[in-house]
């Protein structure tokens, strides 16, 4: 059977380069990288050389990237770890309504020992409005955390001029860009964040490699405390191979980013003009072209997302529904109800996200297997059947 991998925002395949130049750390330098002797010296040198790789990609300076195991482990890092490092200066939070829920359930973790928080709210693509959070903004602030992009929708939101705002009311600024970095050019200078969370599996690393940008100055709690590692920020022994591969996805990521998304840009506007020409009473969710170059979302009605998920993947394509993190959940995802859509609609997300490699036909094949599914899916329908009814057909 034809296998069609539409599910970048879940994982990315490894890149060759990456897979090899791991290999070595996951046979003969076997060196702990903080030991004095040559074989662990050695290895150091590895991970610093990752460092200075992820360092690029973003523009930062390589002292200011702390390796982690995920995008999820940053993220609490940051907002944890910030709130708590600068409880002196307030003990409120302002975050987006969409944001990943390892922001939303960290702040969660923060109220329960008295910090306050605030929801800014998005429009129907998905858009904060820098001026929601400048309301937003009060005396106690301490941190504002706003994701980059969004990896349910696809949005890419204004953070230059959220960080303005930031800098502006002297208040910390994170933005996870896990789903942006690798895949749209960042520079956290010219962006003036604070901090900022990536990981490797987004842009052809390894699972298990991720990193927090945090800027030269900025106070944080130690996220898992008991060694020196990560300039005593963050203990345990470091995941060599993983780092490495990081680095390495990292600067193929920066080498190659205009010509993969320019190649993805191409497929994505393909999928977007012409699924709602092949399947009636489609909804394309996301900002339409401020989005993630590979990313096509829609809402599908009168059918649930998990249903076309497993049908598709049974004519071999792999797609997602709803975030990563809640398409097992089976509930409406806080991102679409955020938007505005109502729970019926957002019950039927399909996310579509290319990887590099993906063709014109994988497009081809999918605009032909997907209509008779939502054809068979809608018949099983008693949405579907009421508005039948209602149309008087």
């Known amino acids: 059977m034809k296998r069609v991998y539409l599910d970048h925002i879940a994982a990315t395949p490894l890149h060759p380069e990456a897979l090899e130049a791991m290999l070595p750390f996951l046979r003969d330098r076997f060196g702990n990288p903080q030991s004095l002797h040559s074989d662990g ?53 302002v975050l987006s309504a969409v ?58 939101e204004p953070i230059d001029e959220i960080a303005k705002i930031c800098k502006t009311r002297n208040v910390l600024f994170h933005t996870d860009a896990v789903a942006a970095a690798g895949n749209i050019p960042i520079d956290v200078r010219a962006l003036a964040v604070d901090a900022l969370s990536l990981a490797g599996d987004q842009f052809y ?27 005593g920020r963050r203990g345990g022994t470091e995941n060599v191979a993983g780092i490495v591969g990081l680095g390495k996805a990292a600067e193929i990521a920066q080498a190659k980013m205009a010509e993969r998304s320019e190649k993805a840009k191409v497929l994505r506007d393909l999928l977007i003009d012409r699924l709602p020409g092949k399947v009636d009473r489609v909804v394309l969710t996301g900002h339409r072209d401020r989005r993630l170059p590979h990313h096509a979302s829609f809402c599908i009605e009168f059918i649930e997302g998990e249903a076309m998920l497993l049908s598709l993947d049974m004519k071999g394509i792999a797609v997602s529904s709803g975030s990563a993190c809640t398409s097992k ?30 063709t014109a036909e994988d497009i081809g094949y999918l605009l032909d297997v997907f209509p008779p599914i939502i054809d068979r899916l809608r018949t099983m329908s008693p949405l579907y059947t009421k508005y039948l009814e209602e149309k008087g057909k």
């Open 41 to 93: 010296q050695g290895v150091l040198e590895a991970v610093e050389e990752a460092r200075q790789k992820v360092a690029g990609l973003i523009h930062a300076a390589e002292s200011e990237i702390y390796f982690t195991s995920s995008g999820s482990e940053s993220n609490n890092f940051a907002i944890k770890g910030l709130a708590l490092a600068n409880r002196s200066r307030g003990g409120h939070l």
């Open 99 to 156: 944001e990943h829920l390892s922001v939303l359930n960290s702040a969660k973790s923060l109220e329960k020992l008295g910090f306050t928080s605030t929801l800014v709210p998005v429009d129907r693509t998905g858009m904060v409005q820098p001026e929601d959070v400048d309301k937003a903004i009060a005396k106690e602030t301490t941190l504002v955390s706003v994701m980059m992009a969004n990896s349910e929708v696809g949005t890419i």
């Open 205 to 231: 690393g390894p699972k298990g490699s991720a990193a927090l940008y945090l800027k030269k100055g900025v106070r944080i709690i130690p996220f898992i405390e008991g060694g020196i590692q990560e300039g």
């Open 329 to 358: 959940a089976l509930k409406a995802s806080h991102v679409l109800l955020a938007m505005g859509l109502d729970h019926a609609l957002a019950q039927g997300s399909l996310v579509f996200s290319l990887i590099d490699g993906n």
